[in-house]
């Protein structure tokens, strides 16, 4: 009797706990970390999303590839491969795209911010040595902008429907028209 009485003295006055007890309480602590994760989860989805349905570039992130047709000053037309990569972050973005034919190469590179629905930023095409600014309008995914250099100008139209792309860009020289369809 006296030991279990030293016992309680040092243990604080508690009675020691059962293994039953014991192992109820890891399955109630761990239940409410397995709550505190999914809730955190869910926060941070749900964030994100909306984060995401405001931001003009949603959806463009990642790397891009396929093809499509390059129709030069002269009228012929070729086959292009085309790779894009997107850096977004907030309402900037990074472009690199790079597309070849047999004959013919191109080096593009773009960055890119928007604000309340214009476009604007800058360009270089790397291969020909020259560069220039971006404006136009648009948001989720849908594009319509104006590259513009010294005595260079192009049309570029860019949409994005999920895992889907298409950029088409039109210019008054060096090459007529451009269209791609790339996929993630």
Same mark, same amino acid.
């Given at each position: 009797?006296?030991?279990?009485?030293?016992?309680?003295?040092?243990? !604080?006055?508690?009675?020691?706990?059962?293994?039953? *007890?014991?192992?109820?309480?890891?399955?109630?602590?761990?239940? #409410?970390?397995?709550?505190?994760?999914?809730?955190?989860?869910?926060?941070?989805?749900?964030?994100?999303?909306?984060?995401?349905?405001? &931001?003009?570039?949603? !959806?463009?992130?990642?790397?891009?590839?396929?093809?499509?047709?390059?129709?030069?000053?002269?009228?012929? *037309?070729?086959? @292009? #491969?085309? %790779?894009? @990569?997107? %850096?977004?972050?907030?309402?900037?973005?990074?472009?690199?795209?790079?597309?070849?034919?047999?004959?013919?190469?191109?080096?593009?590179?773009? &960055?890119?911010?928007?604000?309340?629905?214009?476009?604007?930023?800058?360009?270089?095409?790397? *291969?020909? &040595? @020259?560069?220039?600014?971006?404006? !136009? #309008?648009?948001?989720?995914?849908?594009?319509?902008?104006?590259?513009?250099?010294?005595?260079? &100008?192009?049309? @570029?139209?860019?949409?994005?429907?999920?895992?889907?792309?298409?950029?088409?860009?039109?210019?008054?020289?060096?090459? %007529?028209?451009?269209?791609?369809?790339?996929?993630?």
């Amino acid at each position: 009797m006296g030991h279990q009485l030293v016992y309680l003295v040092a243990v !604080g006055g508690k009675r020691p706990a059962s293994k039953t *007890s014991r192992t109820s309480e890891l399955f109630a602590h761990a239940r #409410r970390l397995i709550l505190a994760a999914v809730a955190f989860c869910m926060m941070a989805f749900t964030a994100s999303t909306s984060h995401a349905q405001s &931001n003009p570039f949603a !959806g463009m992130a990642g790397s891009w590839s396929g093809g499509g047709t390059v129709t030069l000053d002269d009228g012929s *037309s070729e086959r @292009i #491969r085309c %790779r894009a @990569i997107y %850096r977004v972050i907030g309402p900037n973005m990074e472009m690199s795209l790079t597309c070849a034919s047999d004959a013919y190469k191109f080096n593009l590179a773009a &960055n890119v911010v928007a604000e309340g629905g214009a476009v604007s930023g800058n360009w270089t095409e790397s *291969s020909r &040595n @020259i560069g220039g600014s971006l404006q !136009g #309008r648009g948001g989720g995914g849908n594009f319509q902008v104006v590259a513009s250099a010294a005595a260079f &100008n192009a049309r @570029i139209s860019l949409r994005t429907a999920g895992n889907k792309q298409t950029v088409d860009m039109s210019a008054d020289s060096v090459f %007529r028209s451009v269209h791609m369809a790339l996929s993630k």
